[in-house]
Every structure is written in C-alpha cells, then in structure tokens.
C-alpha cells in the first residue's frame, strides 16, 4: 500500500467552489490515522446550513470507514472483498466526484512509512495544533455534551422542542440560522442554550449577540412578555486565567434577559419546563 494523506474539506457551497480544510485522513504501511482540528470544526459549525449533530454525524461515519480500513484483513465484508478506501486512487476518485459537503484534496504521496511522532508532526505543520491538545477538546466537548443530554434533553424530549435548529429560510424574522438545545411554550416561551466556554472569544461573541437577538424576536413573533419568558444559558464558569473569555461571561451573567446555570444545574430547566406544563409549538 502507498503512503498518503489527504485533506478533508468542508465546503458551505459547493456551487462556487469555496471549502474549508477541517481535517486529514493518512494511510501508512497497514495503519490508518485520522484527524480532525476542534477549532476548525468550530468554524465550520457557523458556516453550514445544517446543525451540529449532523455535521458531527458525517465526520463520525468517516472516522468509523477510517479505523474500520485496519482491520479488513480480519473482516473481507468491510469494503466488497477490496480494500478501496486505503488507495490513492480511490483519493483521486473521491477529489474528482465528491463535490458536495464532505471533498477530499488530491491524495499527497509520502516517500516512508509514517510511524506516530511523524503524524503528529504533519499535523503540528498543516494545522498548528497538537494531537493531545485535540484530544483534550474532544473529550472536553463530549463529556459537556452528555451532561447536557443526561441531566436536560432526555427528560423533556417528549414535551417540547429539543435540540431544535431555526433555519432563516423557514423564519423570515430571523436572519441567522441557531440552534436551541430546548425551547417550549405555555402562555410565555421557555428554552435554554448550552454553550461551552472553551473556544475563541469571537466564536462566543457571534454565538451570544444571535441568542441575544433571536430572544425578543422570538417574543414579538408570538406576542409573550419578554420579562415573564424564561430563558437560560448553560455554561460553566471559564477559567479567570482566561481573561477576556471570563471578562465576557460576567458581562453575559449581568444580562437580565437570561439567566446563567452551570451544567450540573441543568436538571433544573428540565424541571421548569414540567412545572410550567410547556409543550412543542413550532
């Protein structure tokens, strides 16, 4: 098997041809290794039309092909009896055809065999990041994620929107897509937004000002009190020695258009919205 690597793009249109490296797939003697930047996916979550969760879908079934590609010779099934997905040629195939969401760059051939240190290094190169340090995001990310679906969305994803994406092609009032982790009504609106703190200071700033917009919209649109709406931010504290993003956090606590919970309050939502009997509207 060749040596190779190729780049994974994203691309928020594809008509005009503009894409956004996220990411890199490299195949090595009879090792694959995969990996994709957090700060990257981060953008990529802002340009796209669709929502995370599918977003992240995509990423995670090209992560199963990938690691699936290392034990084919133990299961032929895999890929048709043909190891297909470790060729360069089929990279070439995928750079030639695939020109929707998810593109792959011509496959970059390497003159060794690539062991560990070697890839961490390429990466160190082509994305300025570190493979630990990625590695901490991904668990960071996943364990705020599963607090969240734990302690919030399973226990209300029968009575009101979860996970519920605003799509400005469907609200006209609204000129930004946004995605809600629960909203609900009864009489007033009641929803909450989950948002970690661990990423750049200008991503947390467009996600706030669109939340603090998309609030009185919303009011307005279905005639609710803005005071008696009940809407929360879920978000743990960041660390002071993150001056600027601890900075933003306190002037967001300040904000009485929301109300700040840390993510092991997020029950307390859960409760709310059964107290109040709220159910889906949209």
């Known amino acids: 098997m060749k040596n190779f690597y190729s780049l994974i793009k ?8 503009d894409s956004l490296v996220i990411g890199l797939v490299l195949f090595s003697g009879k ?36 690691y699936s590609s290392d034990v084919y010779d133990s299961q032929d099934l895999l890929f048709e009896k043909t190891n297909y997905l ?10 030639s055809y695939s020109n929707g969401l998810i ?24 994305f300025n990041e570190s493979l630990e340090s990625n590695k901490k995001e991904d668990f960071k990310f996943a364990d705020f994620q ?7 969305i399973s226990k209300v994803n029968d009575k009101v929107h979860v996970n ?27 929803g909450a937004k989950s948002l970690s703190f661990e990423q750049s200071v200008q991503s947390l700033q467009n996600n706030i000002y669109k939340y603090f917009t998309l609030i009185p919209t919303l009011s307005s649109k279905f005639n609710t009190s803005l005071k008696d ?23 967001i606590k300040r904000n009485p258009i929301i109300e700040v919970i840390p993510v092991e309050q997020s029950n307390l939502v859960a409760e709310k919205i059964l ?5 889906k509207f949209l």
């Open 103 to 126: 593109q792959f760059s011509t496959p970059f051939l390497l003159n060794k065999e690539i062991n560990d240190k070697d890839f961490a290094s390429l990466v160190k190169s082509l």
């Open 10 to 17: 994203i691309s928020p249109n594809p008509i005009v041809g």
């Open 146 to 152: 599963n607090h969240i679906n734990n302690l919030l």
């Open 229 to 251: 709406n009940l809407f929360y931010l879920i978000s743990d504290e960041p660390d002071l020695s993150k001056k600027n993003v601890h900075q933003l956090w306190e002037t």
């Open 31 to 66: 090792k694959s290794r995969l990996f994709i930047s957090q700060e990257k996916k981060n953008i990529a979550y802002r340009l796209l039309s669709i929502s995370k969760k599918e977003l992240d879908s995509i990423i995670n079934t090209i992560c199963e092909k990938t």
């Open 86 to 95: 470790a060729s360069s040629e089929y990279f070439n195939y995928l750079n």
């Open 275 to 279: 107290d109040r009997k709220a159910s």
């Open 164 to 190: 519920f994406r605003f799509e400005k092609s469907k609200f006209p009032d609204i000129f930004f897509n946004y995605e809600m982790d629960v909203i609900g009504k009864n009489g007033q609106l009641i």
